[in-house]
């Protein structure tokens, strides 16, 4: 028995570092462990870089966040929710916050947020200023998304109904 | 035993490298069409130190990868629409953009490309992301490249942007 351990720990120093003291079962263990960082990736959880001002002052340019991709499998996102919206890939995403659901009509009346014709009252909003939006009721299957930081010029900010199939997910953080 | 798992592994070794010369030799459209765009954004990308004759030769250049015809139509933000209509008129405003422009960093991080049935044409949907120099804020656009193949050459006929929010 204590050969046995003595054989074991025979593997210099330098190589017990580098690749373990049996280097092929590092090796499978790299290989599972690479196949399940691309599994959580591609199905579960996406993580993600914010760059831009538009969820100022929830998320700040260059934090750094996750992007639930199961979040949506049986639900529907809820207002409140902030979301990642795909473009053409997924390698640039806006985020934004749903605020309309489907059916909804949302509105804008000197920066407050207007649902069916009542103002909602939205916490998470800090910087506001005076935008105005007419009435836009939002289709079946859609979801009005909006930036936190209304205080940006209403041309620059990118905000509307986004299809659930561009839904990609809820940020966790 | 041993010698038909080599003859197959060698077999094996032969189909894969096959392949791959093929690919190499023969690209498929889609990539043909990915490599020639991202080469476009390259092009297309300038920075403070570009000559005064290099951003004439580049804008230039950057033309050889529209149709003569070509129509472009981009919802630029604080812009609003903005429509230019032929190779000659793109490039013009291309060179304009260089001059007043102190750089661009002009990227496409996600391109879609999908070709139609008879080969000649084919769509690209992509997300542009553009750097200005000296502005805080990126541009990002998604947008929709269309393509035909014309005399062996994949030429951009039509460039619009695509509302990701409607």
Redesign the interface.
Known sequence: MTAVVQENNSAPWWQVILVGRNPRWTFLRIVILIIGVMLMRQFVVLPIRV???SMLPTYKSNAVNFVNRLAYVYGKPQRGDVVA?R??????M?M?RVVGLPGETVEFRRGELFIDGEATDEPYVKLRSRWNMPPVKVGPD?FY?VGDNRSM?W??H?????SKS?IVGRAIL | MRKWLNAGLLLLAVFSLGFLGFNVLFPAPQKVIRKQLLAMARLASFDVNEAPLAKLANSQKLGSYFADRVEVALDL??RGQQVFSGREELIQTATAARMQLSSLNVQF????VTVASDKRTAEA???V?AIIGGQ???Y?E?MRFSLEKLRGDWLIHRIESV????
Do not use: Y
Not at chain 1, 87 to 92: F, Q, S, T, V
Not at chain 2, 163 to 166: D, E, M
């Open positions: 760059d831009g001002i919206i473009m053409a890939g997924e390698h640039i806006l934004k859609e998304v010029a041309a620059d990118k905000q509307g109904r986004a561009k | 933000p604080g991080p996600d391109i879609v949907h992509v997300t992301k805080r804020e990126m990002i998604e509302n990701t929010l409607k």
